[in-house]
């Protein structure tokens, strides 16, 4: 089946330093892999997203590209800000457009 | 870019009464609605996916007896939980899919609502 492992939380980090939020999956066939971010208060918002194996996405400085042989889609970003504080979520679309989210992960920035 | 509404943000009641969760898409048509359920440390997790005008599909295991979908028009869903249990404690998130675009593109989610049963 189709499953999404997320490293748990909470992270704190201070600001400036260096983001990893690791993401494994389980699918069957090809998915397409996906980074979500909700700020507190909102909606989970697409923060990237990868359709292929070794495809890397980007927005505001986060990256993550996907790893077919590792089954990877690691979160990263050089210099985290105090505005990047979000609930951090990744998933995966399998072959029938259902989303299969991890279970979050909480980090928080300070200064 | 495109906002989903969902109402309340939190909501605490007794057991046995039953609450509903409103999710608005504000500025687009949804053909379809999700609503997905997530219990503390675990995944959100897919209950059931409402198309306007016509019966919820629900993903297994979840009864439909006691989370009752209704998706009325092209802008508003709503889950009720009947009958509400502490079991039922658990945060709920709507997410509204517009038309045009790839899935994700046109995929919006509400901010949630954390439901809690005394």
């Known amino acids: 089946g189709n499953s999404v492992t997320q490293m748990e939380g909470p992270v704190t980090l201070s600001e400036e330093a260096f983001l990893t939020i690791n993401c494994t999956y389980t699918?069957?066939?090809?998915?397409?892999l996906f980074w979500y971010v909700q700020y507190p208060g909102e909606g989970l918002q697409l923060l990237l997203k990868?359709?292929?194996?070794?495809d890397k996405g980007s927005n505001k400085g986060f990256e993550a590209t996907y790893r077919k042989e590792t089954t990877s889609f690691h979160l990263e970003k050089g210099s985290v800000q105090v505005s990047d504080s979000a609930v951090y979520f990744c998933?995966?679309?399998?072959?029938?457009?259902?989303?299969?989210f991890g279970t979050g992960t909480s980090l928080t920035v300070i200064p | 870019g495109a906002v989903v509404s969902q109402h309340p943000s939190w909501v605490i009641c007794k057991s046995g009464t039953s609450v509903k969760i409103e999710c608005r898409s504000l500025d687009f048509q949804a053909t379809t609605m999700f609503w997905y359920r997530q219990f503390p440390k675990q995944s959100l997790m897919l209950m059931a996916t409402?198309?306007?005008?016509?019966?919820?599909?629900?993903e297994q295991g979840v009864e439909k007896d006691k989370f009752l979908i209704n998706h009325a028009s092209l802008t508003l869903s709503t889950l009720t939980v009947t009958s509400a249990h502490p079991e039922d404690s658990s945060f709920y998130i709507c997410?509204?899919?517009?038309?045009?675009?790839?899935?994700?593109?046109?995929?919006?989610f509400g901010s949630g609502t954390q439901l809690s049963v005394l």
């Open positions: 998933a995966l679309v399998s072959a029938g457009n259902q989303f299969y």
């Open positions: 699918a069957t066939g090809y998915p397409s």
């Open positions: 409402s198309n306007e005008g016509s019966k919820a599909t629900y």
């Open positions: 990868a359709t292929k194996a070794d």
């Open positions: 997410s509204a899919q517009g038309a045009g675009g790839g899935i994700s593109e046109k995929l919006f």
